[in-house]
């Protein structure tokens, strides 16, 4: 499993687009990159999947550069209910099925 | 949208007693994991299931646990001798067989506490 870091905090305007990194620089060739978006008192939600280069879904966006050993979640114009702690896992469950939560980034969005 | 449920969403329990906690992972889904999260502290991994075994298992899961898939429908969760430091939230999360990587979908867990 791939060692992450993420920063333990951030804060953001409401309406801005939020951009938080995550760095692996140990990723293996088969790892994926995924992020989960946790409420106090709620289950992780997930949010994104990427390999490589960009994924965008409907609630965010993923950037990969080619070394993938960084990667960038990307929220568009945020509001106070994404007010949240983000996480980053790095792995391959083809040859893993234990995932293990960092600290994540807590996402504070202000009015 | 199907989902994870769990039951109970509170259980109060005396030290030393065993608590169930019950999961239903989503129905075409194969793969079934417990985490537990301590009050402000992160998720932990407990165990990985898959095709009626235990997977993978992390130094959390000791003797005092165990799972089960009885029914082929319910995932449970067995404390033997409850202390009180497995006061936690409770999380099961299941998982299709696609892909290689981490999309894991979560219960809305069941909060613990050990008195």
């Known amino acids: 499993l791939a060692k992450t870091t993420q920063p333990i905090s951030m804060d953001s305007y409401e309406g801005q687009e939020v951009n938080i990194t995550c760095s692996h620089n140990?990723?293996?060739?088969?790892?994926?990159i995924t992020w989960y978006q946790q409420f106090p008192s709620q289950g992780p939600r997930f949010i994104i999947q990427?390999?490589?280069t960009k994924v965008t879904n409907e609630v965010a966006s993923l950037f990969i550069p080619a070394d993938r050993k960084s990667s960038t979640l990307s929220l568009p114009r945020v509001s106070l209910s994404d007010t949240a702690v983000y996480y980053c896992?790095?792995?391959?469950?083809?040859?893993?099925?234990?995932?293990?939560f960092g600290t994540g980034t807590s996402l504070t969005v202000i009015p | 949208e199907p989902e994870v449920t769990q039951t109970p969403s509170h259980q109060v329990t005396q030290m030393g007693q065993e608590v169930i906690l019950r999961c239903v992972p989503i129905?075409?889904?194969?793969?079934f994991y417990w985490y537990r999260q301590i009050l402000g502290q992160k998720v932990e991994f407990l165990v990985s299931f898959y095709n009626n075994e235990i997977s993978e298992k992390s130094e959390i899961f000791d003797d005092q646990f165990s799972v089960e898939r009885p029914d082929g429908s319910n995932f449970t969760l067995k404390i033997r001798s409850t202390k009180l430091e497995d006061s936690a939230m409770y999380f099961c999360a299941s998982r299709d067989l696609a892909g290689g990587g981490y999309e894991q979908y979560f219960g809305p867990g069941t909060r613990l506490t050990v008195t």
């Open positions: 129905s075409n889904h194969l793969y």
């Open positions: 990427g390999y490589k």
């Open positions: 896992l790095v792995g391959d469950s083809n040859t893993g099925n234990q995932f293990y």
């Open positions: 140990n990723i293996a060739t088969n790892d994926y």
